[in-house]
């Protein structure tokens, strides 16, 4: 009776692995895995010696936390590579699109529909830390902003203040009341654990 039900068992997952395969080309999106979720909570920075910083990814996407009352805060302004390489030129310095032959732009609804055609990739594969490879990249992402000969380097720490706290300043100007920390907000970013 036991091995049987294993047996049963062993022939169904081959059978989903199998149709999984045929449907959906995963060896496109080789950093994307089978069961990539929205999360609704991130931690992050936890190399950060300030103490790592909660994300509410769910607040920051379905209209609790916005720019402008009424209209919830675009995927595509944090999951920069997630558009066809068309629109993304429309933003310089941005330029790259990931895959990149991709024709779609990310939304709730496209990540419902399709995880993997979604297309998203986790901000480190690309911004890694300071001295490491990134996985979809040759180095560490470089621009250079109009009217400044400065070259950034952005790895991890430099993508993320400049998504997250530049934001939160252009928040600030608009509704002053706003709990959106600013860059030099450090400590309410990031939390030292107990
Ligand atoms: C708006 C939120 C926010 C604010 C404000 C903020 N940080 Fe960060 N910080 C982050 C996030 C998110 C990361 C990226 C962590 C990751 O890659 O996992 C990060 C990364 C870092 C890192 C790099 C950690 C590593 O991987 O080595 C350092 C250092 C750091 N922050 C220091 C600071 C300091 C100092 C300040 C204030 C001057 C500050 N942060 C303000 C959110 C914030
Ligand atoms: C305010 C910025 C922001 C917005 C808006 C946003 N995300 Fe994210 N998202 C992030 C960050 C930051 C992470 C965590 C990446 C990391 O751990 O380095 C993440 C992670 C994810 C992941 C998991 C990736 C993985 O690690 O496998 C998915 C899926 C995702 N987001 C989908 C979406 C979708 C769909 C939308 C729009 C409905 C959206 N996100 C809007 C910032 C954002
Ligand atoms: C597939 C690789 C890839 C992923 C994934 C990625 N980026 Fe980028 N990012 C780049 C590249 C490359 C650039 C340099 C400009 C360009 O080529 O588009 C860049 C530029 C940026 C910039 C600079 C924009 C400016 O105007 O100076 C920020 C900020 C940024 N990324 C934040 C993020 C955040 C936050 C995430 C995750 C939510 C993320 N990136 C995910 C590759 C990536
Ligand atoms: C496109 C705009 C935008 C981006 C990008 C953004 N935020 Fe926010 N954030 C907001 C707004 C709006 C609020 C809500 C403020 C309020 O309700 O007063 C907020 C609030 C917060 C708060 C305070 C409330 C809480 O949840 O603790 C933290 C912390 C925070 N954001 C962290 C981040 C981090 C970390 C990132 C980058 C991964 C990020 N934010 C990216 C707009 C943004």
Redesign the pocket.
């Known amino acids: 009776m036991r091995k049987s039900a294993f047996l049963l068992g062993g022939v169904l997952l081959v059978a989903t692995g199998m149709a999984s395969v045929v449907g959906d080309g995963w060896w496109r999106a080789s950093a994307q895995q089978a069961d990539q979720k929205m999360p609704d909570v991130?931690t992050?920075g936890k190399d950060a010696k300030l103490g790592q910083?909660?994300?509410?990814h769910a607040?920051?996407n379905n209209g609790?936390?916005?720019?402008t009352p009424g209209t919830p805060?675009a995927c595509i302004?944090?999951h920069h590579t997630a558009q066809p390489a068309a629109e993304v030129a429309k933003h310089p310095p941005l330029k790259t699109a990931w895959p990149a032959d991709r024709t779609t732009s990310l939304t709730a609804e496209l990540f419902v529909k399709g995880p993997r055609e979604a297309g998203v990739a986790n901000c480190r594969e690309c911004h890694a830390r300071t001295g490491e490879k990134p996985k979809l990249l040759a180095a560490i992402p470089e621009v250079k902003h109009e009217g400044s000969p400065a070259l950034i380097s952005l790895n991890n720490m430099q993508a993320?203040h400049r998504?997250?706290?530049?934001?939160?300043t252009?928040?600030k100007k608009t509704?002053p009341?706003?709990?959106?920390?600013t860059a030099n907000q450090c400590t309410?970013?990031h939390k030292k654990t107990a």
């Not at 910083?53 to 509410?56: I, L």
């Not at 998504?163 to 939160?168: D, K, S, Y």
């Not at 009341?177 to 920390?181: G, I, L, N, Q, V």
């Open positions: 991130v992050m910083v909660t994300f509410n607040k920051h609790a936390y916005n720019i805060i302004s944090c993320l998504t997250c706290a530049g934001c939160h252009e928040v509704i009341t706003s709990k959106a920390p309410i970013c």
